[in-house]
């Protein structure tokens, strides 16, 4: 079906599906206004995940939600400057932006494993308080992430090649099978360990409600149980900030919406680009620890 607008012009990022209309772009969504707030919001998220990243070699205890907060944080800073370049490049009226979105993706979707991995971790240990430090291993993690990551990236690639040579092809077939791929099924996992997590802390917080046993036990479940709200929350706030993008791509690309649909996909946008930046923000309110260490890297950063 011919339509007035073309998915080869898919700007800004990549779980928002914005195309340029034929007689211009909105004037909201290429305002400079707009490009100046994306960037501020990108330079603080770029600020608050290298507080995590001092917080956490500072620290160097190096646990599997540790390490996997570190991907993270990486990822989501390198994610931040990728998404406004593209922003920015198509308000200079540039059309040279396939490297940036295929380093962006490949970004976006190491944060989109980081935030699984990270769930179904803490589903396990919650599940399994006592269990879970022998049974699940820091190489598993290691693991899990890289088999997936390499996957992702291979099929990152050969779609951004892919599209260059055969886009309409592309367009047509295997739009849904890749997006399926990449964040169907991670947003599903996503989902469902939350439901395991909100299940997991309910039964922990009635066991040490009744626990009269050794204090060391009841300090672990504590441990664990503290953990894992951290954990829910940031992953929590992952599934709303980034599904409603790929909800929002689906609709559009079904030819469902089209006026005034600049002001939803700028609001679909903030939330993107605030998810890469408020993890900082939810460690310092869940986690007593992380309160601690970045009161700590905030005086280390003053005396130097």
Known sequence: MESNYSLRNICVTENTATETFQGGY??????????????????????GNGITLIVLFKRKLWTSVNILILIMSISDSLALPFITSTQTQKFLGK?????????????????????????MERSFAIRNPFKFKETWKINLTVKLYVVIQVMMIIIVIVKHVYTEFDDPFYDKYLYVPYYILIRGIPFSVILVTNILLVCGLVKNNQILSKMTNEKLERERMRQEVAITRMVMTVTSVYF????????LAGVMKAGLLRD???????????????NFSVNTIIYTMTSSFFQRRLQGAYCFMLLS
């Open 26 to 47: 909105g004037r909201t969504g290429r305002s400079l206004q707009t490009v100046i707030i994306f960037w501020i919001i990108s330079f603080f998220g770029i600020i």
């Open 95 to 119: 059309d040279i932006y396939w490297l940036t979105t295929l380093v962006r993706d490949i970004f976006i979707t190491s944060s989109c494993i980081s935030a699984m991995i990270i769930g």
């Open 240 to 247: 709303v900030c980034m599904v409603p993008g790929r909800l």
């Open 260 to 274: 005034e649909r600049q002001y939803i996909y700028l609001i679909v946008t903030y939330l993107e680009l605030s």
